[in-house]
């Protein structure tokens, strides 16, 4: 089962526009960790929030998250064509492992 | 490139048949982590080894087995396949994996069509 939701689904901007990803989670986390997949290929860590944390930077990457609401969001500014890809939201919950729950996936498309 | 690596990088195989994907973790990281990804299922997590022993389970079939050797590679094994096991699967290591804040690092993955 899906831990996280992302929204939207898909999303299709220009160069130079920021592009704005949401995820949603069900149950308690120790962090949050973004991820990128360019189409069939594997996936590459962008970042990762820790559940104490509420926002993070990494280069043009911009992660909030509410642990009050169960989401986060994945903001890319200033956007490329080389980041077109899917996203991904994972969550590590409070469990014997770290094993990820992934969420369903937002394509983003950003046209030259 | 994360350094973890995946052999092969595709499989064709027939139902009903076997096949064993290997992995090899980051350089240090004692946790393995294997994925599957398909189009009805997304990404679903398989099962976890940390320094050779089972970690953690989540949905993998009775007909799929995966160990975690002693230089740490790892390898998954699935039989019996049927079409629905057509998929990427993955492979991701983290230096701990126990208990603590651990980034996961992913492998390009194994392409398996059955046909």
């Known amino acids: 089962s899906q831990q996280g939701e992302e929204d939207p689904q898909a999303l299709s901007i220009q160069e130079g526009e920021n592009a704005t990803m949401n995820c949603s989670y069900k149950?308690?986390?120790?962090?949050l960790q973004w991820y990128r997949q360019n189409s069939g290929r594997g996936l590459v860590h962008l970042i990762l929030i820790r559940s104490n944390e509420r926002e993070k930077h990494s280069g043009r990457l911009r992660v909030t998250l509410d642990t009050s609401k169960k989401s986060s969001s994945l903001l890319i500014t200033a956007s490329r064509a080389a980041d077109t890809a899917s996203y991904f939201c994972?969550?590590?919950?409070?469990?014997?492992?770290?094993?990820?729950?992934f969420g369903g996936g937002t394509r983003l498309m950003v046209k030259p | 490139d994360s350094g973890v690596t995946q052999t092969p990088k595709h499989l064709i195989t027939a139902t009903g048949q076997r096949v064993t994907l290997r992995c090899s973790p980051r350089s240090g990281d004692l946790s393995v982590y294997w994925y599957q990804q398909s189009l009805d299922q997304g990404l679903q997590f398989l099962i976890q080894?940390?320094?050779?022993?089972e970690r953690a389970k989540g949905n993998i079939l009775e007909r799929f087995s995966a160990q975690q050797f002693p230089d740490l590679h790892s390898e998954l094994n699935l039989s019996s396949l049927e079409l629905g096991d057509s998929a990427l699967y993955f492979c991701?290591?983290?230096?701990w994996g126990r208990g603590r804040t651990d980034t996961q690092y992913f492998g390009p993955g194994t392409r398996l069509t059955v046909l």
């Open positions: 994972a969550t590590d919950a409070r469990s014997a492992g770290n094993m990820l729950t």
């Open positions: 080894y940390y320094n050779g022993e």
């Open positions: 149950t308690s986390i120790n962090n």
């Open positions: 991701a290591s983290s230096p």
